[in-house]
């Protein structure tokens, strides 16, 4: 094709990406026709500055392909639509991003510009663990318990106890004692049953000293707190009736209940996705080939951890119903226009 010389024609061909006011050069640059053939697959963005001379603006991609793998193929900043002609497909090829955050003690909001500013939120959160748990113990630790008689010492070191509740906040469990507000229901005559046979006897925490307590018939309980020790629980209890049938009883296996309260500090990772388009989460941290719908989101729970730190990518595919190909760059990232009268080419479509 031969354009015709005419003064206020300025041409230019063009091979590589760049600024096409540039590659028009000095002379030509503010006639009010710009006319631009490309002459080679172009790799990467071209962009047009705004010029109160031009009047038309034409970019002939002669059977020739923008590619940006980075972002938008064409950055239009006039204040004219660019008429863009021809067979070769205009194409972002950006369909990833990524989002880190290395610190550790990271809370808050991270907004992800590339992926249209979706979220990710960490935030902090504490998880109510209480719990009913047993211990089988020997009644009396080698005393006898008959009718009217006392245990013995009990003694219960804290490693006995389940380890969901020793891996509690430290300043619940007193970093390896119970806990503040650790009831003691009850017990059972033997290592069987469901259910304790008293309820709702809370101990004072006074680590250090000794606390006698009482409730129901003839309960009570002593705990010594001091630290490095195990605790050492006394049932004060009067026997059964089916205890005074067989008389004194030693070493008679008992289950003792517990109520034992937690305060698990956690952290929740909640990635929202503000695409118009699904994206699929990789990274396993904290998301593993996690697929969040448009508009969707996702969460991921750190169990007693305190790590506010991630790092992921995200990954979209598919094309719209015109078969063009999703991105994450729009075709023209500019101010201005793009007429597609005379294009015949395959866009890339936004995913934003």
């Not at 939120?121 to 504490?126: C, D, K, L, P």
Request: glycine share 12%.
């Amino acid at each position: 094709m031969t354009i015709p010389l005419l003064p206020n024609i300025g041409y230019a061909e063009i091979s590589s990406a760049g600024t096409l006011n540039d590659a028009m050069g000095s002379a030509k640059t503010n006639l009010p026709i710009q006319f631009f053939r490309l002459t080679n697959n172009i790799s990467g963005n071209l962009t047009i500055a705004n010029d109160a001379s031009h009047k038309k603006i034409i970019i002939d991609t002669n059977g020739k392909t923008i590619i940006n793998s980075s972002g938008s193929p064409l950055t239009n900043n006039s204040s004219i639509d660019v008429e863009l002609k021809g067979s070769g497909n205009v194409q972002s090829t950006l369909k990833t991003f990524g989002s880190n955050v290395d610190s550790t003690s990271n809370t808050g909001t991270t907004t992800i510009t590339a992926a249209d500013n979706s979220t990710m939120v960490v935030a902090g959160t504490n998880t109510d663990t209480t719990q009913t748990t047993f211990l089988d113990v020997t009644s009396g630790n080698g005393s006898s318990l008959g009718f009217g008689q006392t245990t013995g010492v009990i003694p219960v070191s804290f490693s006995d106890l389940p380890s969901a509740f020793q891996n509690v906040n430290s300043s619940l469990n007193g970093g390896g004692n119970f806990a503040s507000g650790v009831t003691y229901i009850g017990d059972t005559s033997q290592s069987v049953g469901s259910a304790p046979s008293q309820v709702n006897i809370t101990l004072n925490r006074s680590c250090g000293s000794t606390t006698s307590l009482s409730g129901g018939s003839n309960y009570g309980l002593f705990q010594n707190c001091a630290s490095g020790n195990p605790f050492q629980i006394i049932l004060l209890r009067a026997a059964s009736f089916d205890e005074q049938e067989a008389g004194s009883i030693t070493d008679r296996p008992r289950r003792v209940w517990f109520k034992l309260p937690g305060d698990r500090n956690d952290r929740v990772l909640t990635f929202t996705n503000n695409l118009a388009i699904p994206v699929v989460l990789t990274g396993a941290d904290p998301f593993d080939s996690v697929t969040v719908a448009a508009g969707a989101t996702s969460a991921v729970t750190r169990s007693s951890s305190t790590d506010g730190s991630f790092s992921f990518t995200g990954t979209i595919s598919g094309n719209d119903g015109s078969s063009q190909p999703f991105a994450l760059s729009p075709v023209n990232n500019g101010t201005g226009g793009i007429n597609t009268d005379a294009y015949t080419g395959t866009f890339s479509a936004s995913g934003l």
